[in-house]
């Protein structure tokens, strides 16, 4: 049997694992948890009252201080790890019911979210170990040190505008509704699938308009030679604040965020894994 076909099929008995799909969809309840204290320290900033990060890893310090906390962070990141698995290997060999240019994209999807998925598990074991985790001091330290070097600048502008493409990819994902051809929609009841469509249309907007902002601040950042505006999801919050009518803007999209995290636990009950 060819190399790539044993290949294949070893990712494909890894794929049908029933543990693996335990594990991821134990993975979507964390990542909705998370997701809620997201839109939770997003409401304190619009309110001027947050003492965190507004992005996931301050969402994860906020878990890890509650009683039993640090047990959940685990499981979340145990979860997350089991996801970034999963969607390595829908990269690799999987959306088979795609064809041509639709299965590439898709693929290329599996690897992003892999990544992130990657990141957030990292993020998560980081907050347990009591590792230093404030992502957007090291953002900022990171894009300070790119632009010292050689081209770091335009590299840094062209980070900033691969953030802010993922966040219109975002918006138009949910506004598309694309995210429901990965449902179970057949097992949902009308008023379920109605309350996933909701959610999920509100959910991926609100995420794609804070990474987009995210990522206009890091091209200003290249441009101005200012590594304090890059500071992510984070910056991203309080510059949408200091707008007018600024603490409206953030409470519907910390509204909106707070909605994907309702989606997730949707998601680890429908989604096809």
Known sequence: MPLTHTAEATAARTANSRWLELLTRVGFVGYGIVHLLFAWL??????????????????????????????LVVATGVGLLAMA?????????????????????????????????????????????????NSADQQEALTGRAMESPGGRWLVGLA??????????????????????????????????????????????????????????????AVRYDPEKARGLDAALHTLREQSYGSLLLTLVALGIAAFGIYCFLQSRYRRV
């Open 42 to 71: 997003a409401l304190q900033i619009a309110f001027g009252r947050s003492a965190d990060d507004g992005d996931q890893s301050g969402a994860l310090r906020t878990l890890a201080a509650q009683p039993l906390g640090k047990v």
């Open 85 to 133: 698995i999963w969607q390595a290997l829908e990269a690799a060999t999987g959306h088979r019911a795609e064809r041509g240019r639709e299965r590439t994209w898709e693929r290329v999807a599996s690897l992003g979210r892999t990544l992130v998925y990657l990141y957030f598990a990292w993020t998560a074991f980081k907050v347990f170990s009591d590792a230093g985790s």
């Open 160 to 221: 900033g505008l691969v953030l802010a493409a993922i966040g219109v990819g975002l918006v138009v994902y949910g506004l598309a509704k694309r995210f429901e051809k990965h449902l179970k929609v057949a097992a949902m009841s009308g008023r379920t699938r109605m309350l996933a469509r909701r959610l999920g249309v509100a959910g991926y907007t609100a995420k794609g308009v804070a990474y987009g902002i995210a990522g206009l601040l890091v091209i200003v950042a």
